[in-house]
């Protein structure tokens, strides 16, 4: 069974940094690209960043370009989002998602996701 | 950025009806699309990607259909489960654009 599970959010002040984790479990994580995607309370999707297998492909959103950086750790099955700078207008709820093996890169399992709050 | 419009933003209808949806893109994205469907409290699910092929698992009742600037995602007959928001999302180009979302309520 595929499965993805989140880690690291929280509260956190404006400006200040927080690091996310995504472990995965039931499939060949090195085989596939791995994506994040927030959502704002009451908001809708918003892809932030991917990072392909072999770490030769890396995207961001214009919104987090700069600020977050995406890793991962094959050999642990992890996917990882720094976030730096934070401001309140990255509150959400951050979820981690695979890309589709072939085809398109749609995203064919998501974990649960992680909060993040950004206030004073 | 390739900008994604859905339409309608909400839709209310009732169990049995054929309902529609419509995505546009900004620019052409091929068959670069796909759609998910999000429950309350819960992590979107896919639904069809390329534009028109069903996910493993996913109900025959939704279809995709469109390329280049306009698709459409349909429930040929509601069921109650049926009831949720529903998202486009363009994969042609980074960064990859979500549709705002369509809520699709009980009527």
């Known amino acids: 069974e595929v499965r993805l599970v989140e880690s690291g959010g929280g509260l956190v002040q404006p400006g200040r940094s927080l690091r996310l984790s995504c472990t995965a479990s039931?499939?060949?994580?090195?085989?596939?690209?791995m994506h994040w995607v927030r959502q704002a309370p009451g908001k809708g999707l918003e892809w932030v960043s991917c990072?392909?297998?072999?770490?030769?492909?890396?995207a961001y959103a214009g919104s987090v370009k700069g600020r977050f950086t995406i890793s991962r750790d094959n050999a642990r099955r992890s996917l990882y989002l720094q976030m730096n700078s934070l401001r309140p207008e990255d509150t959400a709820l951050y979820y981690c998602?695979?890309?589709?093996?072939?085809?398109?890169?749609?995203?064919?399992?998501w974990g649960q996701g992680t909060l993040v709050t950004v206030s004073s | 950025d390739i900008q994604v419009t859905q339409s309608p933003s909400f839709l209310s209808a009732s169990v049995g009806d054929r309902v529609t949806i419509t995505c546009r893109a900004g620019?052409?994205?091929?068959?670069?699309l796909a759609w998910y469907q999000q429950k309350p409290g819960k992590a979107p699910k896919l639904l069809i990607y390329g534009a028109s092929t069903l996910q493993s698992g996913v109900p025959s009742r939704f279809s995709g259909r469109g390329s280049g600037t306009e698709f459409t995602l349909t429930i040929s007959s509601l069921q109650p489960e049926d009831f949720s928001t529903y998202y486009c999302?363009?994969?042609?180009?980074?960064?990859?654009?979500f549709g705002q979302g369509t809520k699709l309520e009980i009527k």
């Open positions: 990072l392909s297998w072999n770490n030769g492909l890396i």
């Open positions: 620019q052409g994205i091929s068959t670069y």
């Open positions: 039931g499939f060949k994580f090195d085989d596939y690209t």
């Open positions: 998602a695979r890309g589709t093996y072939s085809g398109d890169d749609s995203l064919d399992y």
């Open positions: 999302q363009q994969l042609n180009a980074y960064p990859y654009t």
